[in-house]
């Protein structure tokens, strides 16, 4: 079993549409959770930390269940510049930054 | 402004010619690693660093060597490249991993090509 994994994905989803990323990790001791964002061939960019109470900025929404060990991505109201591929990261304290391989979402007008 | 600087952003190359691609960060980050993302595939670590001298294999370090020798350097050398290393490469930073909040930086990246 892979250490990070996120649904397969691609996510199509119309303008406007809510949709919702999971992300499931092994390691019960992680510390860090974060959400980002990786357009075609560009770096990848912080969406959102996660934290325990869960976190809100604007039409996205981030929550961590830390019983069940998996964090969860919401974005409402869907825009064509949302279209991109979402990355998982979960930081293990003294360890190592771990990534999952990605849900790409397409917008479609 | 806090940064993580990749030099050159782009670099074509021969079979066999030693390359070093450099990442520099500003912000005092213990931690280091560098990613190779090669199309329709996620981010694959190469190697990492916890801190000065202290370097870690990743999934996928054959063909690579990484130096930490100064808390803000931390070069890619690719001794003799071959072209299936052709790939975009990315170096990121952050203080210790599960400390705190800090994220991961990226840096903006290094397209090579080994011919």
């Known amino acids: 079993r892979k250490e990070v994994e996120q649904d397969p994905g691609p996510f199509n989803v119309p303008e406007g549409a809510t949709v919702a990323f999971n992300c499931t990790y092994s390691?019960?001791?992680?510390?860090?959770f974060f959400w980002y964002r990786q357009d075609c061939r560009k770096e990848p960019k912080l969406l959102m930390s996660v934290y325990s109470s869960g976190n809100e900025d604007g039409r996205f929404t981030a929550q961590l269940n830390r019983a069940s060990q998996y964090i969860s991505l919401l974005i409402r109201d869907s825009k064509l510049s949302d279209s991109a591929t979402y990355l998982c990261?979960?930081?293990?304290?003294?360890?190592?930054?771990?990534f999952g391989p990605g849900t790409r979402l397409s917008v479609l007008p | 402004e806090a940064q993580v600087t990749q030099n050159p952003r782009y670099l074509i190359t021969v079979t066999g010619k030693k390359l070093t691609v450099t990442c520099s960060q500003n912000?005092?980050?213990?931690?280091m690693s560098w990613y190779r993302q090669d199309p329709g595939l996620g981010l694959r670590q190469i190697y990492y660093?916890?801190?000065?001298?202290?370097?870690d294999k990743g999934d996928v370090p054959e063909g690579y060597k990484v130096s930490r020798k100064e808390k803000r350097n931390f070069p890619l050398i690719l001794e003799s490249p071959s072209p299936n290393q052709t790939s975009l490469y990315f170096c990121a930073s952050s203080s210790y991993p599960g400390q705190g909040k800090t994220p991961l930086h990226f840096g903006n990246g290094t397209r090579l090509t080994v011919t």
């Open positions: 990261v979960v930081g293990n304290y003294g360890q190592n930054f771990v």
């Open positions: 390691n019960s001791a992680s510390q860090s």
């Open positions: 912000m005092n980050h213990e931690y």
């Open positions: 660093s916890m801190n000065v001298e202290a370097t």
